[in-house]
């Protein structure tokens, strides 16, 4: 077995040459926390089996975050393996810099070179390069299996030399007569290494070693690996045509007044074709094909044979077609929604939505890195709070794990394309639009007020990567949107069809376990549901149906539609038939009003997130803060709930302008009184600070 680790910086393409070595599908991203932890795989390559590892993206062997650390701490404790070093071609003066950290560790370095962009920046002499370097280089496509195949070739012919590769010959230049001493106990090899790590002041090598008497040398160290580089760079490359990852664009994607309204309107873009034109045509054809080829003659075969109303037969129409069929029509939006998001991604562009927002997190506590963690958070819950690992500061971590359930996942777009639509028809847009920006206003005044108080955070290291913008791969985004519709359909035929089987027994037997359908007693879940639907009665929807919904929901949130489908009896998958009921105050799940939808919908966006992810916030932020994050979930989505449906009632009752101007007003006077009272306070104290013994001026 060849052990083999995969290094390079972030947004070198590693990942990609990971799966296209191994022929994994791992997530792909130009963001932090793509990769968190070491990822292995094993493969054969010429009939010898490779065990590869992904190691988390790092531009030194001095971790400076979570994800840094892991991968200096596994190369640290795995010194005979081989090494692939990966580098962007455009990139390459900044990626050398962690070579010769690999170098200056005496690992068993491979220097891949990977060509991303069509056009590179400058040419590279690849001969010379190696020469300089003292290591193969290779030149690849990371997404091309011919290139993974030069890979593979030069990790045999590594695996059978003992040799590796020399220090940089500026290491030699280094005084180290002030540490030497400290490391006499490790092999000749390793000495320099250390030594280096000594001289830099690295904690682990501090803690190793004892600290060393004399000042640390961290800058001549790194001046005299830039230096080398430069050398590197005057002899192995031409002149650059084109900066890195500087564009035209960016003037207006990254202007301070344009930006944010750019980035709504991609994403009210995204939301139209996903939700109404393109996305409503694709979920109606899905519908019809499942009921006309599917349902229809399943439900046929089963009512001919038991009996149009056994319990089996109401089972299939009401649980599975009804239910899961009402979710399933939902695959055509979710494969697009996706694919907005992956062709935002692989575009650069989301890296650039990172650094116009990194400035309004920084204000209310968190890190750049949760820029990352809230985006992904959009797809996905579970797995985005994951990424939030390599943070190294423990309050950013947990408040950002607390904020992540916040962001609208893409379980519960169904939930708004269905109650919404019903009441707001092609307005729907703005509602979801509203729900979506509701909720990440909410985490961020949720974070603004736990930084003030009990989750102070420290400063934190952000480097922010800008890639050159790309054209995004068809192969990887057909790859990507396979594996999430694949994800979608194991969910689906997993978890919501047994959960929907499950709401649909206890929604149909009583606790007598007598079957109830057709209004023969009352279930067990509307037993339940009449119990807690009084607490919600303020809210606009007191119904037992709509309460167990939201209880059935903690497993997925998909299923709210699913069971609101079975609740109303809708045998067809179809979405009008769902919205239709609704609608009906004869249905046993309905909205008086659009202010009482409103309400439920925000309720739904802001209350506990699914069991999948608490699990996960109980192992990366422990019990006690999930707790207390479900119970501030709760509470926090009671009340926006209960002041949306009291302001929807009162425009509702008087008319949208007429209560517009009221608040204006309100707003106004709360803006003079504090302009009042701040005034009050600069007369107080304007004879003398006690901070300055100068009058109060705006900077005290």
């Known amino acids: 077995m060849i052990d083999v680790c995969l290094v390079g910086n972030p947004n070198t393409g590693k990942t990609t040459l990971y799966n296209t070595l191994t022929g994994s599908h791992e997530h792909v991203g130009n963001w932090h926390g793509v990769t968190v932890e070491e990822k292995a795989v094993k493969y054969s390559f010429a009939g010898q089996d490779i065990r590869l590892v992904d190691l988390p993206g790092i531009y030194s062997l001095t971790p400076l975050s979570f994800e840094e650390k892991v991968s200096a701490d596994y190369l640290v404790a795995h010194p005979d393996n081989i090494v692939v070093n990966i580098c962007d071609a455009s990139n390459l003066q900044r990626n050398l810099y962690l070579t010769l950290c690999l170098l200056e560790r005496g690992c068993k370095v491979i220097l891949v070179v990977n060509q991303i962009d069509k056009r590179p920046i400058c040419k590279l002499d690849f001969v010379k390069l190696s020469e300089m370097l003292g290591v193969n280089v290779v030149y690849v496509n990371a997404g091309d299996k011919t290139s993974a195949a030069k890979v593979n070739e030069q990790i045999l012919q590594a695996s059978k030399s003992d040799i590796k590769a020399l220090p940089p010959k500026y290491v030699s230049e280094i005084d180290f007569s002030s540490v030497k001493d400290c490391v006499r106990s490790v092999q000749p090899a390793e000495q320099p290494f250390y030594m280096i790590k000594l001289l830099e002041g690295d904690e682990d090598a501090c803690k190793k070693f004892g600290a060393p008497q004399n000042a640390t040398a961290v800058e001549k160290i790194a001046a005299k690996r830039y230096e080398f580089i430069e050398q590197i760079m005057s002899k192995c490359a031409s002149a650059p045509e084109r900066v890195y990852g500087q564009s035209k664009l960016d003037k207006i994607l990254l202007n301070r007044f344009l930006a944010l309204p750019v980035f709504l309107l991609l994403l009210v873009g995204c939301f139209y074709l996903t939700f109404f034109s393109l996305g409503g045509l694709l979920s109606d054809l899905a519908a019809t094909l499942l009921d006309k080829y599917i349902s229809a003659p399943v439900i046929n075969l089963l009512s001919n044979a038991l009996g149009y109303e056994h319990w089996v037969v109401s089972m299939f129409r009401v649980a599975i077609f009804g239910g899961v069929g009402s979710v399933l029509t939902f695959l055509p939006q979710v494969a697009l929604l996706f694919f907005f998001l992956s062709l935002l991604e692989d575009s650069g562009y989301l890296s650039r939505v990172a650094f116009v927002f990194e400035d309004v997190l920084c204000k209310v506590g968190l890190s750049g890195k949760s820029v990352y963690t809230l985006l992904m958070g959009f797809g996905c819950s579970t797995t985005a709070v994951l990424t939030a690992r390599n943070m190294e500061d423990k309050n950013s971590k947990i408040k950002t794990g607390l904020l992540t359930p916040y962001m609208s996942c893409s379980a519960k777009f169904p939930i708004y394309a269905v109650l919404g639509g019903a009441f ?62 694949k994800q979608f359909l194991v969910r689906v035929g997993g978890i919501i069809l047994a959960m929907n089987v499950i709401v649909w027994l206890l929604s149909s037997f009583s606790f007598t376990f007598k079957f109830v359908a057709g209004g023969n007693g009352v279930s067990m879940l509307e037993t339940l549901g009449r119990m807690l639907s009084p607490i919600f009665r303020p809210l606009g929807f007191g119904s037992w149906g709509l309460v167990s919904a939201l209880i059935a929901g903690l497993v997925a949130k998909e299923v709210i539609v699913s069971s609101i489908a079975m609740f109303n009896g809708v045998e067809e998958s179809a979405l009008s038939s769902i919205q239709s009921s609704i609608m009906l105050s004869t249905s046993a799940v309905y909205f008086a009003s659009p202010s009482s939808v409103l309400s439920y919908l925000v309720f739904c966006l802001l209350y506990f997130p699914c069991i999948a992810s608490c699990a996960v916030l109980f192992k990366e932020i422990g019990k006690k803060w999930t707790l207390i994050g479900m119970a501030i979930e709760f509470a926090l989505a009671y009340l926006v709930a209960f002041v949306t449906y009291t302001l929807g009632r009162t425009v509702e009752a008087f008319g949208f302008w007429q209560v517009g101007l009221s608040l204006a007003g309100i707003a106004i006077v709360a803006v003079a009184i504090a302009l009042i009272v701040r005034k009050f306070k600069n007369k107080k104290c304007s004879q003398g600070c006690a901070r300055c013994n100068k009058s109060c001026k705006k900077d005290c």
Do not use: C, D, H
């Open 424 to 485: 707001f028809g092609a307005n729907n847009i703005f509602v979801i639009i509203g729900l979506y920006l509701l909720g990440v206003v909410v985490a961020v005044l949720l974070s603004y007020l736990l930084e003030k108080t009990v989750l102070k955070s420290k400063q934190q290291s952000f480097i922010l990567e800008f890639p050159p913008y790309r054209m995004m791969s068809v192969k990887r985004t057909f790859s990507l949107l396979w594996l999430n519709v």
